[in-house]
């Protein structure tokens, strides 16, 4: 069974931390994606990569970084946390002529 | 810049209802079109993905239209049970947009029964 898994379902952080969120695929699929989700905004992507050491911005990356070092794991890092980056953020990844697999998400509150 | 809608907002229906949730895009020059649902506090789910040219696919009680030149996609559900309950949402893959998805905002859906 494929699976997209993500380092926590919960997470509780103070403003100015560094967060790491994680994310791990094992169906050898070369793209991978950062998304935030948030009541009437919907899904917003943030950053996705298409090879290990390649990435390339979505449409909200400021205040966000990535790192893909191993094609099955890429990570969303938030180098300062601040409130307004308080979501869901889900991770998915895809090789476009399948099914979209997403993580089961990680509700990131920043106090 | 592609937007994607979805028609209505929410939705409520009895059990056994046949039921079509709509979504509409402004740009036709598209991949692929991929319909998701979505449990509350959870993932996404992928349900249906139709390719460009393709016209609709189905799988069990599901059965998704794609209208290319018209900007529409439809998602019929056939004898709408009480776990249907959920929101779901479209998304399309833009041409030329290296892998990018464009959501729309969903519909939530309630099956009472």
């Known amino acids: 069974d494929v699976k997209v898994t993500q380092s926590s379902r919960y997470l509780v952080k103070r403003t100015g931390e560094k967060v790491f969120l994680e994310c791990v695929q094992d169906?050898?699929?070369?793209?991978m994606f950062w998304y935030r989700q948030d009541p009437g905004l919907g899904l917003r992507l943030i950053y996705f990569s298409y090879d290990v050491k390649m990435k390339e911005k979505g449409d909200i990356p400021e205040g966000y970084s990535v790192s893909r070092e191993k094609k099955e794991r890429f990570s969303l890092i938030l180098e300062s946390a601040s409130t307004n980056q308080t979501s869901m953020y889900l991770c998915?990844?895809?090789?476009?002529?399948?099914?979209?697999?997403f993580g089961p998400g990680t509700r990131l509150t920043v106090l | 810049k592609q937007e994607v809608t979805q028609i209505p907002a929410a939705l409520s229906v009895p059990e056994g209802e046949n039921l079509v949730l709509n979504c509409s895009f402004t740009d036709s020059a598209i991949y692929n079109l991929q319909w998701f649902r979505q449990d509350p506090g959870k993932g996404l789910t992928s349900l249906l993905l139709?390719?460009?040219?393709?016209r609709e696919q189905t799988s069990g009680r599901l059965n998704a239209s794609l209208d290319k030149s018209s900007g529409r996609s439809t998602l019929y559900i056939a004898a709408s049970q009480p776990g249907d309950s959920a929101t779901y949402l479209c998304?399309?893959?833009?041409?030329?947009?290296?892998?990018?998805?464009?959501f729309g905002k969903g519909t939530l859906l309630t099956v009472n029964p």
């Open positions: 169906m050898d699929h070369e793209n």
């Open positions: 139709i390719q460009s040219s393709q």
């Open positions: 998915a990844s895809w090789d476009r002529y399948n099914e979209q697999f």
């Open positions: 998304a399309v893959e833009q041409g030329g947009s290296n892998y990018k998805l464009t």
